[in-house]
């Protein structure tokens, strides 16, 4: 047992000095190569939560066995996570929203633990880009927070302004499923559809989500809702994670109709480093090139103003390259060797993220102020 305690120890010291190494080179790289002084921000914009990695004995401020941690953002060198409330489709009546709607409050309450009480000096809840930007100058982590399922809402449609107040700041309105807000894309699976895409309540929403700044993630619902709602939402919405379908023909990808909706709408897609999103491949496992591959095939079809990065961590995420965010600087590199430059970059790692929330809190200024 001593033995293989001292082996992980060796092993881990090796790892670590690994990432730090492979961390410097990226910033002589960019130093080398810089032409802005935009800075670039990392922020994935997609990462599942267990509550169990929320407790006084096991929390982010530890080396925990997930894949995104306090420690491994700052090996990774990862500025802001988005950590998900989510919550699997059930049942369509009161007993099903109220179990939901308990399962939400269980992830909230988990992540106000870790800012507020575990580690309010290493990580804060950000709630609009300047904060982003204001945490990071104090050399602190950025905690923000993302809806997977607005299934939790049930038919009151005043726990949209709830959940804004809880700190979230994008909402998919439905997961793998029909919801009573929206139809799912595993529609496509059983050629059903309950709504036809949105139903009344969930046009309603898509209404509230805009008055009160919430970013639409369009990653989760059928063609027809997606449609639905960019020709319904007055701001730019997000696909939180989700790849080329053109590359990879999954239901959770968008096609090329879809990525020129985005692109017209003002939006971004976050691509996203869950691979069988990315490649039908098993041997060898989908790697880094994969996931640029959907980067590049994007930014070609709709341009870099409209693509991002997400890894979809504690949820399925992960390649060979990035398979946690001890990583993340990994893809940094990868992008270099693609030819983007810091510009480029910045805005596929944070700045295209952050333009569509700033133009979403900016919009729901307006709709309020009528």
Known sequence: MEYKLIQLHTNKTKTIKKNLFLKLLVILTVIGCNNTKEPIITIDTHIDINVDNFTDSLNYTMNTESQLNIPNMIAGGLDVAWLVVYTAQGELNNEGYTT????????????????????????????????????????????????????????????????????????????????QFSDSNTGEFDGTALHNGLSDLGKQVVELLNYYG????????????????????????????????ALRDHPRN?????????????????????????????????NMSDFMDHIDYMVEKIGIDHVGISSDFDGGGGIVGWNDASETMNVTYALRKRGYNDSEIAKLWGGNLLRVLDEVQSTAVKLQSK
């Open 254 to 286: 968008l096609d090329d109709e879809q990525l020129e909706l985005i692109k017209e709408n003002g939006g971004v897609i976050q691509t996203t480093a869950l691979g069988s999103f990315l490649t039908e491949r098993k041997d060898p496992p989908p």
């Open 100 to 179: 939901a709607m308990e399962n939400a409050i269980d992830k909230f309450d988990a992540i106000d633990r870790l800012v507020n009480k575990y580690a309010p000096e290493q990580i804060e809840l950000a709630l609009t880009s300047n904060d982003v930007r204001r945490i990071i100058a104090k050399g602190k982590k950025v905690a923000m927070i993302g809806v997977e399922n607005a299934y939790p809402m049930g038919l009151d449609t005043s726990n949209v302004r709830k959940f804004w107040e809880r700190g979230a700041r994008y909402v998919s309105l439905s997961h793998n499923g029909h919801s």
């Open 214 to 245: 919430l970013m639409i993630d369009i990653s989760h619902p059928s063609k027809e809702a997606i449609k639905q709602m960019i020709e319904l939402s007055k701001a730019p919405v997000i696909a939180s994670h989700s790849s080329a379908r």
